[in-house]
Nanobody
Framework: QVQLVESGGGLVQSGGSLRLSCAAS????????MGWFRQAPGKEREFVAV????????YYARSVNGRFTISGDNAKNTVYLQMNSLKPEDTAVYYC?????????????????WGQGTQVTVSS
């Protein structure tokens, strides 16, 4: 079992950058497929990015591809989401999640563990 704690959210102007962190405890995050999701008010939780167990494969939602980067630091047992060129439509609560399923996992139902979320607000 793994526990996940997100941090790094905040208020930023359009065009700005933020880096979210997801600290894992209880087990190494490299044992899991790790994903980032987000949920805006009144909307369903949606996939943002995923990194495979090996760390060699990543995949992004079309809406963030080219602007966001997911990465992992084994020594710190932490997964990051670097977000650049932020837009107001990126405003949401961002969640980190871990899946025991191998592969590029984009569906929320396939994730086993979730963090509590961190708020990202992008002003225009």
């Amino acid at each position: 079992q793994v526990q996940l704690v997100e941090s790094g959210g905040g208020l930023v102007q359009s065009g700005g950058s933020l880096r979210l962190s997801c600290a894992a405890s209880g087990r190494s995050f490299s044992s899991y497929t790790m994903g980032w999701f987000r949920q805006a008010p009144g909307k369903e939780r949606e996939f943002v990015a995923v990194i495979a167990r090996s760390g060699e494969s990543t995949y992004y939602a079309r809406s963030v591809n080219g602007r966001f980067t997911i990465s992992g630091d084994n020594a710190k047992n932490t997964v990051y989401l670097q977000m650049n060129s932020l837009k107001p439509e990126d405003t949401a609560v961002y969640y980190c999640a871990a899946s025991r399923t191998i592969g590029v996992i984009t569906n929320t139902v396939n994730y086993d563990y979730w963090g509590q979320g961190t708020q990202v607000t992008v002003s225009s």
